[in-house]
Every structure is written in structure tokens, then in C-alpha cells.
T-cell receptor, first 113, second 110 residues
Framework: EAGVTQSPTHLIKTRGQQATLRCSPISGHTSVYWYQQALGLGLQFLLWYDEGEERNRGNFPPRFSGRQFPNYSSELNVNALELEDSALYLC????????????FGQGTRLTVV | KQEVTQIPAALSVPEGENLVLNCSFTDSAIYNLQWFRQDPGKGLTSLLLIQSSQREQTSGRLNASLDKSSGRSTLYIAASQPGDSATYLCAVSNNNDMRFGAGTRLTVKP
């Protein structure tokens, strides 16, 4: 069974551009979480989607947004990129609105130059 | 807002030692607590999940306990090996989100 897949693996953008990151959950999982992990720092909660709805968002500016599609895959968009947006972006999926085990993808390394 | 704290931030032990990692959280209204390991620059690997109604879970050399009323969990690693070197993270889930501690960086020296 395929795990959580994220694409692309690496992404290089210039300041001011937009970035789109994608996450495909494990088959049957309806919840997708997004996190930002800057170099040497912990995981900062970005967004939680469940069954197509945004359930919660972390303390990030509105230029961080996303959506969840009918097949439960998800997209994270970052507009007006800033240098400090450079980080590893991780997504996780689970069943049952957070009540079951969560599994992570390998992440997208975003570099803003 | 749920706050998760992990102690110690870093730990270095010789191979073969038993060790304990600690995790504490401020809001006891949780669905579950999960322990992960992360190798440098990689994603997270799930180690153990403890539901809020459970007291402990075991997998191989790993044993995790949960005391929901006091907001604490411990991860016990028996007979540590160099391959256990990684950052260990705990995460608590509730009806709002899944929040992580900052992690404990473990180094097991041969």
C-alpha cells in the first residue's frame, strides 16, 4: 500500500513568487495536516483539512492557504514568497478526524532565493 | 491552545544503555498521543500511538506510557543502538489539531 506522497521533493523559487505543494494521503484517509519545519526548528502547525473542509489553521499569515480535493488529496499554496518561508513542508494523513495514527510524507524542501 | 514540551532537548548515551524521553502537554482533552522519529532532512516515522483510554503501548524495544490526567508521556528505549540515533518527537491530537513538541535529539555512541 502506498504511503503519503508529496510533490515536488525540492522546489526553488524567487522572492515574491508563488509556490504550490501537493500531498496525496494514504488511500482511505480523509484528514490531511500540513506543517512547516524551518532548519533546526520544530514542526509548526499550518493547516488541517478533513473531508474537504478546513478544520483549523495555525498562526500563519493569509498568504499561506490550501485546499482539499474530493479525492482527499491536498494542495498548499504560499503566495508572495519571503526568504524566511524556506523550510521543509510536511504533510500527514489519518483517518477519523485525528482519532487514529497519522503517517507522514517525506516532505517538500522549499528554498526561496 | 495545546502546548507540548519535550525534555531533554538532547541526549547522548553509550550503546546498550536504557533511556527515557519525556513529553508533557497542557490540555488533557486529547484523542491520542503519538511518538515519531525523524532522521535529518527526512519525514517522520510513526513509532507508537497511545489512545487516550490506554496507559501504554509496546513495540519491540520501545515502550510508551501515557498519564493523561497529569499531562505526561514517556518513551522508554531499551538496549539502545547506534541506529536509534535520531530526533524523537511526541504529538498530541485533539478535535482542533495535532501539536508537536520540539523533540529530543538522541545520539547513541558505539
Amino acid at each position: 500500500e502506498a504511503g503519503v506522497t508529496q510533490s515536488p521533493t525540492h522546489l526553488i523559487k524567487t522572492r515574491g513568487q508563488q509556490a504550490t505543494l501537493r500531498c496525496s494521503p494514504i488511500s482511505g484517509h480523509t484528514s490531511v495536516y500540513w506543517y512547516q519545519q524551518a532548519l533546526g526548528l520544530g514542526l509548526q502547525f499550518l493547516l488541517w483539512y478533513d473531508e474537504g473542509e478546513e478544520r483549523n489553521r495555525g498562526n500563519f499569515p493569509p498568504r499561506f492557504s490550501g485546499r482539499q480535493f474530493p479525492n482527499y488529496s491536498s494542495e498548499l499554496n504560499v503566495n508572495a514568497l519571503e526568504l524566511e518561508d524556506s523550510a521543509l513542508y510536511l504533510c500527514a494523513s489519518s483517518l477519523g478526524r485525528g482519532r487514529t495514527e497519522a503517517f507522514f510524507g517525506q516532505g517538500t524542501r522549499l528554498t526561496v532565493v | 491552545k495545546q502546548e507540548v514540551t519535550q525534555i531533554p532537548a538532547a541526549l547522548s548515551v553509550p550503546e546498550g544503555e536504557n533511556l527515557v524521553l519525556n513529553c508533557s502537554f497542557t490540555d488533557s482533552a486529547i484523542y491520542n498521543l503519538q511518538w515519531f522519529r525523524q532522521d535529518p532532512g527526512k519525514g517522520l516515522t510513526s513509532l507508537l500511538l497511545i489512545q487516550s483510554s490506554q496507559r501504554e503501548q509496546t513495540s519491540g524495544r520501545l515502550n510508551a506510557s501515557l498519564d493523561k490526567s497529569s499531562g505526561r508521556s514517556t518513551l522508554y528505549i531499551a538496549a539502545s543502538q547506534p541506529g536509534d540515533s535520531a530526533t524523537y518527537l511526541c504529538a498530541v491530537s485533539n478535535n482542533n489539531d495535532m501539536r508537536f513538541g520540539a523533540g529530543t535529539r538522541l545520539t547513541v555512541k558505539p
